[in-house]
T-cell receptor
C-alpha cells in the first residue's frame, strides 16, 4: 500500500466554522507533512511531524492546528479561517530521517466563504 | 532565502519527441535536487532525484542533469507520451534544516508540459 489518503476531498466552510482535515498512511512512514498549494503555485510547507512530534511549524497562523494522534494519522484542525486560506491542502509522508521521495495524497480542496 | 525557479512556465511537445524541462536554483547548500510531477487533480509524485555530488542520473525514460557551476537543473524525458502531460516541479532538499533529522523540501514554480498526440 503506497497510498496517502486524505478526507474530505472537498470542503466548503464559513469563517466561523470549525472543521478538520484528515490524512492516513500505512507505509510505516514516520514523517508526515502538511502543505498548502494555491492555484498554479508550488506546494508550500506548513508543518512537519517526525515520530509523531511536531518538528517544524513554518510560521503558520494559529487558526491552523495540526495533530498527529499516531504514526498513521495526521489531522489539520481549522478554525476561524479567512477567504485567502482557500487552497488545496496536501498531506505527505516519507521515511525518516531523510528521504527525497515524499508520497502525497490527492489533497483536500478547501473553500472558505 | 532559498528559492527555486524555472526558465519557462509552459512546454508543448509532440508525442514521441524528447522533452527538456529546466530549473534554476539559488541555494548551493542543497543536498539533493528532485523532480516531482503533478497531474491534474492529484498530489505531486516523485520522479527522480540527484545528490549534490553527482552531475547526472538516469531513470526509466528520464535523465536529470545537475550543473552546480551555473546552479542549473534539468529533466529530460525521452519519447514523451500523452501521459507525461502534467506540471513538473523541481525541488531542493536540505538534509538537516534547523538541526532536525528531517529534510526540508522546497518546491520551485513549476512547468506545464503538454504532449500532443
Amino acid at each position: 500500500d503506497t497510498e496517502v489518503t486524505q478526507t474530505p476531498k472537498h470542503l466548503v466552510m464559513g469563517m466561523t466554522n470549525k472543521k478538520s482535515l484528515k490524512c492516513e498512511q500505512h507505509m510505516g512512514h514516520r514523517a508526515m507533512y502538511w502543505y498548502k498549494q494555491k492555484a498554479k503555485k508550488p506546494p508550500e510547507l506548513m508543518f512537519v511531524y517526525s515520530y509523531e512530534k511536531l518538528s517544524i511549524n513554518e510560521s503558520v497562523p494559529s487558526r491552523f492546528s495540526p495533530e498527529c494522534p499516531n504514526s498513521s494519522l495526521l489531522n489539520l484542525h481549522l478554525h476561524a479561517l479567512q477567504p485567502e486560506d482557500s487552497a488545496l491542502y496536501l498531506c505527505a509522508s516519507s521515511q525518516v530521517p531523510l528521504n527525497t521521495e515524499a508520497f502525497f495524497g490527492q489533497g483536500t480542496r478547501l473553500t472558505v466563504v | 532565502g532559498e528559492s527555486v525557479g524555472l526558465h519557462l512556465p509552459t512546454l508543448s511537445v509532440q508525442e514521441g519527441d524528447n522533452s527538456i524541462i529546466n530549473c534554476a536554483y539559488s541555494n548551493s547548500a542543497s543536498d539533493y535536487f528532485i523532480w516531482y510531477k503533478q497531474e491534474s487533480g492529484k498530489g505531486p509524485q516523485f520522479i527522480i532525484d540527484i545528490r549534490s555530488n553527482m552531475d547526472k542520473r538516469q531513470g526509466q525514460r528520464v535523465t536529470v542533469l545537475l550543473n552546480k557551476t551555473v546552479k542549473h537543473l534539468s529533466l529530460q524525458i525521452a519519447a514523451t507520451q500523452p501521459g507525461d502531460s502534467a506540471v513538473y516541479f523541481c525541488a531542493t532538499l536540505l538534509a538537516n534544516a534547523g538541526g532536525t533529522s528531517y529534510g526540508k523540501l522546497t518546491f520551485g514554480q513549476g512547468t506545464i508540459l503538454t504532449v500532443h498526440p
